[in-house]
């Protein structure tokens, strides 16, 4: 189904004044004890909103946190909330926009002030910061020269007039602006308390400092983290949840079973078994969502083995993404046609409809041609200088994981490559956090990982190719593709804009594969019948703070 933004614009500010106050719960009555208990499967990394770079730590924020806006939904649509920004307007042309802040204050009572903001964006685009997230920031004016040393880092695009006034000056009219704004790079920062807390800034909840609707009260790394109400945000009174209970929790199993004995109130499942046994639960409600959430095999471009566009052809073409989803994802995702996933929207075109099934085509290419991925393989071989053998060539596969479940990916992915490829695959695996140091640091040959759309155009998804982010650190980069991109960014054009990412795209897949998209992943969650509030939309960015817990 296609979703579409109401947007709030210079043009809108009154629709702004209206919609400042978020939709009415049911009126039913509350529980006395308004404690929600979830999980995550990994620790997050971090909680600096400048190094923050995976979901786990973007879940906690998004819920302590308070950025300009908060994306939710009404009635199956997307809607943008005013969130610290009371109102809003770009210029003419769409170039500087211009926010005016409402009063709040951090968790210890400060103010929350626009410099706050100049700070965060600042930090996030010093060259020396390091952040993964940085690229969300290209649109600001001057951004590239910043991030690369050649401009002084006052030079960004970015002032604060007064304490309440926030003006973000951009480079060039980008359409997809306001939506990039609920991406965690975008909120406000301390100065003092990043300081004060220095390397542990984010690392422990003594170390954190909330503005949102919740506050980091207790961090047992890979045990639990303990959210509570934050009594100072803003938005309070329609804050109704007092607790929030998350476990840290790896095992498929061991969610699944919590859930079946009540300790915890919602639960994703990736397994028809378990699909099918909740679903018979009375007092469980099942929503489906459709996520834009690639899972993806990705390629050290800089190995001395993939660095060969056709070793990294065979190994994407090697693979049959309806038999992996049957087999390791018990059938409940969905098969990748491209880079971008199935359900995002390009203005109002059906991006992928109008791009076509890349991997389909690709296979079709290669069947008429004659050949199969393992003639691919043997092309790259030779163009190396690898000689012959497929089995010879020393490889090994990482996995960000332990458990039984990346264990049977881990087996599945050695089984398809030795039958279609012939090659001998070692497997590697580590918890979350050493996976991804080694992946920064180009200690990897191949992985798997996926990646979520933090907005609903494609740019969100192929700019983290752009060769001066290499946001999912391949080592690829291509000239073309960044001009594309950087076009793309910019064009006002509907038309001209979604050919510009379709011809990225080709590049990025068709041309060089610089990645392996394998699935999309869709929401099969439960929650317990007395849990209410919760959003049903990929990009509801409303978290905890329009849940509750009903009487029962």
Not at 412 to 432: I, R
Request: glycine share 6%.
């Amino acid at each position: 189904m296609k979703r579409k933004f109401t947007w709030l614009t210079a043009t809108a500010v009154a629709a702004t004044m209206i919609l400042s106050a978020l939709p009415a719960y049911a009126e039913e009555a509350l529980a006395e004890d308004q404690t929600y208990n979830t999980f995550l499967t990994a620790d997050p990394t971090t909680l600096d909103i400048s190094l923050r770079a995976d979901a786990y730590s973007s879940g906690i924020m998004i819920n302590t946190m308070e950025g300009l806006i908060r994306t939710g939904e009404e009635n199956g649509e997307y809607v943008v909330y005013p969130g610290l920004a009371e109102s809003w307007e770009p210029n003419e042309d769409g170039t500087v926009w211009t926010f005016h802040l409402r009063e709040s204050v951090w968790e210890d009572g400060e103010p929350v002030t626009a410099d706050q903001f100049v700070y965060s964006l600042q930090r996030s685009a010093a060259p020396e910061t390091g952040s993964p997230s940085s690229f969300f920031l290209e649109p600001l004016a001057n951004f590239t020269a910043v991030n690369t040393g050649e401009m002084d880092i006052s030079e960004l695009g970015v002032e604060a007039p007064d304490e309440s006034t926030l003006v973000i000056t951009l480079a060039n009219p980008t359409p997809s602006f306001l939506m990039m704004l609920d991406a965690t790079v975008y909120y406000p920062q301390r100065q003092d308390k990043v300081e004060e807390y220095g390397d542990q800034f984010g690392s422990e909840a003594q170390y954190y400092i909330a503005n949102g609707p919740f506050r980091v009260s207790e961090w047992v790394h890979n045990s639990k983290i303990v959210l509570e109400k934050n009594e100072n945000y803003w938005d309070a009174e329609n804050v109704t949840l007092d607790t929030v209970n998350i476990a840290i929790m790896p095992e498929e199993t061991t969610y699944y079973n919590a859930y079946q004995n009540n300790e915890i109130d919602y639960v994703g499942v990736g397994e028809q078994e378990w699909l099918d046994k909740f679903s018979q639960d009375p007092d469980s409600v099942y929503v489906n969502t459709e996520y834009a959430t690639m899972n993806f095999i990705f390629y050290n471009t800089k190995d001395d083995i993939f660095q060969n566009a056709n070793i990294r052809k065979a190994f994407t073409l090697a693979l049959d993404r309806e038999d992996i989803n049957d087999m390791c994802f018990g059938g409940l995702r969905v098969p990748a046609e491209g880079w971008v996933p199935q359900g995002m929207s390009s203005g109002t075109t059906d991006y992928r409809a109008a791009a076509g099934n890349l991997i389909a085509n690709m296979n079709a290419e290669l069947e008429a041609n004659g050949q199969t991925p393992q003639d691919l393989l043997l092309a790259g071989m030779e163009e190396l200088g690898l000689g012959d053998d497929p089995a010879s060539l020393d490889l090994t596969f990482s996995l960000a994981g332990t458990g039984e479940w990346y264990r049977t990916l881990g087996e599945y992915l050695q089984q398809v490559y030795a039958e279609a490829l012939g090659v001998d695959l070692k497997l590697s695996f580590s918890e979350w956090g050493i996976f991804y140091d080694n992946i920064l640091s180009g200690n990897y040959q191949m992985g798997f990982m996926s990646w979520g759309a933090y907005y609903n155009d494609p740019y969100d998804m192929l700019s983290l190719f752009v060769s001066s982010y290499d946001a999912v650190s391949t080592g690829w980069a291509n000239e073309e593709f960044d001009a594309l991109l950087t076009a793309a960014a910019k064009d006002m054009d509907d038309d001209a804009r979604l050919q510009e990412y379709i011809d990225a795209e080709n590049i990025l897949i068709t041309q060089d594969c610089a990645i392996c998209p394998v699935a999309v992943s869709q929401g099969h969650s439960f929650y317990k019948n007395y849990v209410k509030g919760y959003g049903s939309l990929n990009f509801n960015n409303m978290g905890y703070k329009t849940m509750y817990i009903a009487e029962h």
